[in-house]
């Protein structure tokens, strides 16, 4: 089956940790993203890349970190910069621009 | 700045009611534009798109939407809501001058058996 893959699907963090939300796809898709989702608002995008070893900042990057060392692999880690963590954070791919997203099933992060 | 606006967050509908959920946007050069949906315990998923041509557009399941340029509306429709419509629907929006989709905040729509 072809999909975007998320993990965990529950995560909690401890004040002044970092933490890695894993995302990855097989739909040979070029762009890869990072939404996060709070209730009653929009998905916002954090991080996104277009091919691999490139990214650029969505519009709230502060706090969060990503990496892009292979087609099928986007990580995201959360910072201890991070103030406001808690939230639903969801990630996508496409294979053109923006034509069509995928979704994963998203990680909810916690914070202890 | 850009922004696409969803005018109810929790709509509640018998069944076979009828649906119109608002979305509008505020951008007024070229857009593309979306409905995505997201069912209880499923994946987000696109519902139906309009990137040019007949403003009427036809999705999955019965679902369309009309762009009303004038209005800046991508309102979605269907005649006769079903149990299984019950989700979550995002508006969303492309414009020609941003890579990147601007989405609204959703509406939960609940359909009562």
């Known amino acids: 089956d072809g999909g975007i893959t998320q993990s965990p699907k529950y995560l909690f963090r401890k004040e002044g940790q970092n933490v890695t939300l894993s995302c990855e796809q097989n739909?040979?898709?070029?762009?890869m993203y990072w939404y996060r989702q709070d209730p009653g608002q929009g998905l916002r995008l954090i991080y996104y890349s277009q091919i691999v070893n490139d990214f650029q900042k969505g519009d709230i990057a502060e706090g969060y970190s990503v990496s892009r060392e292979k087609k099928e692999s986007f990580p995201l880690t959360v910072t201890s910069a991070q103030k406001n963590p808690t939230a639903f954070y969801l990630c996508?791919?496409?294979?053109?621009?923006?034509?069509?997203?995928?979704f994963g099933s998203g990680t909810q992060l916690s914070v202890l | 700045a850009q922004s696409v606006s969803q005018h109810n967050h929790h709509v509640i509908l018998s069944e076979a009611a009828s649906l119109e959920l608002g979305c509008n946007y505020s951008y007024g050069g070229t857009v593309n534009l979306f409905w995505y949906v997201q069912y209880p315990g499923q994946h987000l998923q696109l519902l139906l798109k309009y990137f040019s041509g007949d403003p009427l557009v036809k999705g999955i399941k019965g679902f369309e939407a009309e762009f009303i340029k004038s209005k800046f509306s991508f309102n979605l429709r269907k005649p006769s809501v079903q149990w299984s419509d019950t989700a979550e629907y995002f508006c969303?929006?492309?414009?020609?001058?941003?890579?990147?989709?601007?989405w609204g905040a959703g509406t939960k729509l609940i359909i009562k058996p």
């Open positions: 739909l040979n898709h070029d762009a």
């Open positions: 969303a929006v492309l414009p020609d001058s941003n890579y990147q989709l601007i």
């Open positions: 996508a791919s496409s294979s053109i621009r923006s034509e069509k997203l995928f």
